[in-house]
């Protein structure tokens, strides 16, 4: 059995060179949307795996290049799938930085970089615990096998269809999800599923070009208006999802999430206070109410609206073209193409057939069980670690490719890693904190080896 | 009686010179947005007026200075009061000019500039009129007052007040309006009213900043969804208007009304063409059916709308945010001041106190008699030039301070000029027609010469 207080001892001892390493890594500007750089930074990170033993491939996507790494375990260990992206976000605006958003810059008790949490700070906490356990045991305990890809941040998110492809190549017992760590109160937080995702823009092109408002307004159709009663057809102020079906396929919460749920701090009134709202939507006002229909309910949630004159003053403009951007998520069971099609059906239904329906992405929602004997094993870790018991959230509002994991592969997904709430992650300065590095490192090194212990 | 085959020579003959003046009118970039050059162009209107006899003022007003002329005619002579303005567009794109927009270029029997007929050509129009009067009968047969003001493109809308603060410098008989021309078929055409306007904007905000639409989207306010159910409390596919009394002062068009839109010619399928539409709203089809409801009605016209994320692909923003543009034209016998409180009204009334209404600008609507006799004066003298009945729009869908004149001067307006539908009004390349200047000039001077005779 791993000497822990051995391989705890590596990961601090070892925190600078990680660090540097690190840093080598967010140099790369790797951001997925433009291309930037991406294939130097795949061959850095396949490096970094072959450095620890691993046999790396780069597999063709339909998008960038995924780094594969593989590293066989005792005859008969488990495997342990880790999934990372090396993309990143665009830096934004430079002058909102403190500090160069790719020169990794430690201040302050942290590590600040574009990347620095998502994911490239990730990916090298595994790393860290992979090399303390080899220094403190001379060998690891599990077959692991690293995914690591170049499109989580873009929108060309072809993951699901790479897994699905794949799944004998990332064949596996149990997955670490690409991101971890603890709440805004300091306690290790892991969640168990992720919401699905259809997104979508709402385009209506009512004339060849715009008219005066003088001219046209009592005898001209108008774009903008169209987009308004076809938009208030989909959801009107009680909130209810009009699409046809749209609900037939959502399950409730379990009395057992309630529970988990229940278990969690109260963010509500934080919430309130940090986006300054006169209260929540549907008459919630706190605790397990808010926090289980902030994930287990579907949304239909307005991203954008666009048409006519947007300057200030006035344009007497009526306009030709009117767009929106919109965003459903989507809970267990549904599906993106289903709900797509019911888009389509009830648009068509209600008189706006001249309304065109663009997709610009989808994932299913998916979910682990949250009593699994993996995410056990890795709340029973955290606690050694943290000293207190991880928290599990059996949803998140986000969305992921996390349902592609579990029906493709058959995995139970966890959630293990050094963020925190503060972490600025896809806004300037973001940043991890260190003692939390040295935290998520300790807890990665810890659930590998109790994995591939069968324990 | 003046020799009218004296003045249209004298107008021919001094065409090159009227042009020339002009071509220093337009050389002032007066665009009264930006306050560019204009006082020096008021200056220099005065300066063309005091050439001819006028005594001048600039009057103060909340914008900019009005440019105010008086020649007193014969004792006992009626007054013709004559609107123009000297403010103009911006140029817009100057690679879409042919030739530099402040630099009036003949070419291909054309006059081309920023101004060309909107509305310095007009005011050129009325002074070539005034100068063939002068050199044909040494005299102006009525006292002519004009009243220029530089603030008719811009949102600085003050002229009703100044009217109403100055109706007794500004006190007349009757009124030509700052425009006027033929239609597509080369007929003189006459409007009789315009309607009035409230240009509004509606802004929303829900919360301190924008939320991901994954932590928010099911608990969260969002402006841009408000915005929506807001703007369709308004109007629904229907077209109705659903303020409260919205239609109770509104007048609906008469037997003579219809009689005279009747003789206009059928302009709708040419909309149709222009616009690419595939329809009009309402059911409407062609014919009066189309003309009545296009200026008889009174309108709310979305102009434009904003939330959230407007750019390519997908950002999963929750806005904080939205607004939109609307504008109402309104008929006689609807008052602006009315509307926006009715506004508010529905607005509360429908769960949307949340809702800001920003007042952008209220005009009232207006409309003369079409069978006063100045109106018929002004219609037989365009026989004699154009050799085609004058036709006469009772009313027009566009908005101006035409209510002003006639509710504080109570004077009847026409309209006399060089405009044509192709004139590019607003647009790169806007000029005028050679053969309408001097038609419309003919014209011009006939109206004056029978006014002072009192024919």
């Known amino acids: 059995m791993t000497n822990f207080a051995a391989a705890d001892a590596v990961i601090s001892r070892r925190l600078e060179s990680t660090l540097e390493e690190l840093r080598q890594l ?3 500007p790797s951001y997925s949307g433009e ?6 930074c795949a061959d850095f990170v396949a490096r970094m795996l072959e450095a620890r033993g691993f046999q790396t491939q780069q597999v063709p996507s339909a998008g960038h290049p995924v780094v594969f790494g593989l590293r066989p375990g005792p005859a008969g260990s488990p495997t342990l799938l880790l999934y990372n992206h090396y993309d990143v976000q665009p830096a934004g605006p ?5 500090s160069p958003p790719f020169d990794l810059t430690v201040r302050d008790g942290c590590a600040f970089g574009r990347g620095a949490v998502d994911d490239k700070g990730h990916i090298l906490c595994r790393l860290a615990a992979i090399d303390a356990l080899l220094e403190a ?5 599990c077959t692991v096998k690293f995914i690591i890809e170049g499109d989580e941040e873009g929108e060309n998110v072809h993951l699901p269809d790479f897994v699905a492809r794949h799944a004998g190549l990332l064949a596996a017992d149990a997955c670490l999800w690409e991101a971890g760590g603890v709440n805004h109160l300091g306690a290790p937080e892991c969640h168990a599923g992720m919401r699905g995702i259809v997104y979508v823009e709402l385009r209506l092109t009512t004339a060849s070009q715009d008219a005066h408002s003088g001219l046209g307004g009592s005898i001209f159709p108008n774009a903008a208006w169209r987009l308004v009663w076809a938009l208030n057809s989909l959801k009107g102020p009680d909130e209810h999802i009009r699409l046809p079906g749209f609900y037939d396929r959502v399950r409730p919460p379990t009395a057992r999430d309630l529970e988990l749920l229940a278990a969690l701090p109260d963010s509500s009134q934080d919430l309130l206070h940090t986006y300054g709202l006169r209260g929540f ?9 808010v926090q289980s229909e902030a994930v287990f309910s579907p949304t239909c949630t307005l991203c954008g609206l666009t048409s006519g004159y947007q300057g200030p003053g006035c344009m007497t403009v009526l306009p030709a073209q009117a767009s929106a951007k919109i965003d459903f998520r989507l809970v267990p069971d549904q599906d993106p193409s289903e709900v797509l099609q019911q888009l389509r059906v009830h648009l068509d239904s209600h008189g706006f057939d001249d309304v065109e329906i663009i997709d610009l992405g989808k994932e299913a929602p998916g979910r682990s069980d949250p009593d699994h004997p993996f995410l056990r094993l890795v709340a029973d870790s955290a606690e050694e670690v943290y000293g207190v018991r991880q928290l599990i959230a059996p949803m998140t509002g986000g969305s992921g490719p996390y349902h592609a994991f579990i029906h493709h592969l058959g995995v139970p997904i966890a959630t293990v890693g050094i963020g925190y709430p503060g972490m600025q992650m896809h806004a300037p300065n973001e940043h991890f ?3 939390d590095f040295v935290a998520g490192t300790r807890h990665t090194a810890r659930v590998l080896a109790r994995f591939g212990a069968g324990a």
Chains 1, 2 share one sequence.
């Open 35 to 40: 291309g930037q750089g991406m294939q130097a």
């Open 26 to 28: 967010v140099a790369h």
């Open 137 to 141: 045991d001379g060998e690891l305990p």
């Open 94 to 98: 430079a002058e909102l930085w403190a």
């Open 281 to 289: 939507i549907k008459g919630l006002r706190a605790g397990v109410e």
């Open 433 to 435: 904190r260190l003692g």
